[in-house]
């Protein structure tokens, strides 16, 4: 009985350390993380469509940028624990349930599991590398790895392939969401005036498309590298991106998108401000 009851008090110590102001300004911190490197990614991606990128546009070129400015090391810090602010909201959800409808759902924790997953790798990776540990490895060549050790597994081709296709399919829900405006049951619209909400809207909708066909593309490169038994058909961010420069519209289009990318961080920030936690 000591032992339950014990039990039973440590759930509600943690449950209530999740739903703690500490919980929901490390997940404001994250949103404003996340909006600082995709402004970084889409400002690089405009230099690269017009012929003036050095670095790569994606979580790397982000990274040495800001590891480029003064006090670059200290910023990059900063980063990290915003990203770590993130990863650790994620966890909460995962674990308890998000704010907004259906934030219960299996699949909905399920999907604040990953989450979690994905910003505590770029937490690490942000953290590691202002410790001076090398490691800030390009997007393109953590892909090419990834699916090279994949495809090297028994039934490798089928799970890249699955791997890109899920990818792909995720990228287009992305897009789609964002078209229909799905944010906005996340966001406390009634504390907005009309022209804010306007211009959310901009940058929900713009920005999460560009997101979103940014990601699918990234997924069809992969499912491509399984259908050729190939890694290096994989892609990253910053090659995906450029990918988009090959097309009829040519670097237009790549500054198009690097544009929706700049315009997610604006929402990201938004959304630091605006966002049910």
């Known amino acids: 009985m000591g032992a339950a009851t014990s039990t039973a008090r440590g759930r509600r110590t943690i449950r209530r350390a999740a739903d703690s102001k500490a919980v929901e300004w490390?997940?404001?911190?994250?949103?404003?993380?996340?909006?600082?490197?995709?402004?970084?990614?889409?400002?690089?991606?405009?230099?690269?469509?017009?012929?003036?990128?050095?670095?790569?546009?994606?979580?790397?070129?982000?990274?040495?940028?800001?590891?480029?400015q003064p006090a670059g090391g200290f910023l990059l810090w900063t980063l990290g624990a915003a990203l770590v602010g993130m990863a650790v909201w994620r966890l909460s959800e995962a674990a308890f349930g998000a704010a907004g409808p259906g934030g219960h759902k299996a699949s909905k924790r399920a999907l604040s599991g990953a989450r979690a997953?994905?910003?505590?790798?770029?937490?690490?990776s942000v953290l590691a590398f202002a410790a001076g540990e090398e490691g800030n490895t390009s997007s393109d060549r953590?892909?090419?790895?990834?699916?090279?050790?994949?495809?090297?597994?028994?039934?490798?081709?089928?799970?890249v392939?699955?791997?890109?296709?899920?990818?792909?399919?995720a990228g287009a829900v992305l897009a789609v969401?964002?078209?229909?405006?799905?944010?906005?049951?996340?966001?406390?619209?009634?504390?907005?005036?009309?022209?804010?909400?306007?211009l959310v809207d901009v940058t929900g909708v713009t920005g999460g498309i560009a997101r979103g066909l940014v990601v699918g593309a990234i997924g069809v490169f992969v499912a491509k590298a399984a259908l050729e038994y190939d890694p290096k058909e994989a892609k990253g961010v910053d090659a995906a991106l450029k990918s988009f420069a090959d097309t009829a519209a040519g670097p237009w289009l790549l500054a198009a998108v690097a544009a929706g990318l700049v315009l997610f961080a604006l929402f990201s920030f938004a959304s630091a401000r605006w966002r049910r936690v």
């Open 117 to 124: 997953v994905f910003y505590g790798f770029v937490a690490y």
């Open 26 to 68: 490390g997940a404001r911190a994250g949103l404003v993380g996340r909006g600082v490197l995709y402004l970084l990614i889409g400002a690089l991606a405009v230099r690269v469509a017009f012929g003036e990128g050095k670095r790569e546009a994606d979580r790397s070129g982000a990274v040495g940028e800001i590891a480029a």
């Open 142 to 159: 953590q892909s090419r790895d990834i699916t090279a050790r994949a495809l090297e597994q028994p039934g490798g081709t089928w799970l």
């Open 177 to 198: 969401r964002a078209a229909l405006r799905s944010y906005r049951k996340h966001l406390r619209t009634s504390q907005m005036s009309r022209r804010t909400r306007r």
């Open 161 to 169: 392939g699955l791997a890109g296709a899920g990818i792909a399919v």
